[in-house]
Structures are given as C-alpha cells and as structure tokens.
C-alpha cells in the first residue's frame, strides 16, 4: 500500500524528491572528454546526494539514470553506462545496506541485460529490511511505458474476472504502477537547464512541484541540494485546494 498524497500548507521538507540527472555529456565535452567520463562523474554524485536525504528529512529519493528513449544514443555509449550500473550495484551495494538505504528499481527489466537484472534484484533483496532512505533507481523507465505496463495488467484481471471495470477510478491505476508502494514525488527537480520532463513520473507528478537548475549533473552538490530542499519549505501547495 502506498503511503497517502494530501494536502499540506508549504512547510517541511519533501518527502519524496525525484531528479532528472541531467548534464553529464556537456560536464565532460566542456572539459575535452568522453561522455561516459562524465556518467561517471554523475554515479559519484549519487551517492553524495543519497548520504544528504535523511538529514535533510527526505525519505524518498528516485532517480531518473535511463530512460526507454536513451537506447537511441549511441553503441558505445549505452554499453559504457549498462557497463556502469553492473559496476555501480557491484560496488555499492554492501554501503547501501549498511547505511539502511533501501533499494528498488523501476522500469521495464525485459530489455535488460540477464546479468544487471540479476545484480538489481540481488540488491533489492539485500536491502528489502531498510527503512532510512527509500531509493529509487528508474533504469529503462519511460512514464508512458510504465502506464501502458499497468494498462495491460489492469486489462488482465478485468479479462480474468479479478477486476470489476465498473469500479475502476483514479485510485486503481496506481497499484499496476512500477511505483505502486511510492508515495507521489513531491518535488521534481532537473538539473543542466533543460525545462522538460522527458517522460518521467508522468502520472505519479501531476501535483509535484518543479524545480529546473541550470547545474549540471556532475556538480549537483549536497549544498545545492540542500538550497533546493530549504526552497520547497516556503511553497504552499494546494493540490487544487483553498486552504485555510
Ligand atoms: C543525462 O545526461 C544522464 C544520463 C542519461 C545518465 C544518468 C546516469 C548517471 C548519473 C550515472 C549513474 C547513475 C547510477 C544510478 C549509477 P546526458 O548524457 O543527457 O547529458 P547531456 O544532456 O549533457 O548530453
């Protein structure tokens, strides 16, 4: 069951903030490198900005590291960052598990190599028992694939007699999501100046509010961070509400 989204007057920290990783090949070209220098740049930076959550009251963290358009960059490139998350699981995975960080994954594993799936549901299961930091990994994730997914599944158990089409509304479509035990987001931040969403969290950030930084990825620091989360504190988010 996924915790409940509700109104709240603009105080206190996100409790679920999600990040579109943006910038890391224009962090690495202005410096003359390959792009996969700064991929790797950015998988540093993670685990600095997962380490700054709980102090910061963030119990949710999800991040956006591949999405189901980015097959379309090049041979090189994709194998170099499929190449980075089997090494990344590999090599955080016991500090991941120490620091009570529990771990999920969220998109299409179909299309994955048979090895990373394997790390990546090795790495949930070891940190299944953590409550400190939910994090998030959206690895082969696109918000439209994601809600087709759960179309499909939906229309299963409608065709299998488990669901009753009649009693289908907003609250049901949720529960086929990837994200089904997620609260919503309730911050959005994308780094590197873009101001587009590039298909992530569709559903789930219909009242999440957005923060685009010009920062790239790779300099996104625990201190910007920090600004950004002391920023959501002053919004007052009526969620199509008037409040009081
Ligand atoms: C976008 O920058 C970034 C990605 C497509 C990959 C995100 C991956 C990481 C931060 C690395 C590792 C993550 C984990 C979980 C280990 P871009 O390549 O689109 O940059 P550009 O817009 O400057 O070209």
Redesign the pocket.
Known sequence: MAPSNGPEKGKGAPRHVAII???????AQAQGKP?LF??HA??KR?REIVEACPDLGVKYLT?F??STE?WKRTQTEVAG?MS??RR?ITKEARALRDEGVRVRFIGDRVRLDKKLVKLMDELEALTEENDRVHLT?ALNYGGRDEVARATKRLAQDVALGRLDPDSVDEETLPKYLDTCVLPDPDLVIRT?GEARISNFLLWQSAYAEYEFIDT??PDFTESVFAEIVDGFAGRERRFGAVLA
Not at 22 to 27: F, I, L, T
């Open positions: 990783m943006d910038g890391n090949g224009r962090w792009r700064g991929h950015g998988a993670v991040i590291a591949f980015n960052l980075l998350f990344y990994i590197s790239l990825w």
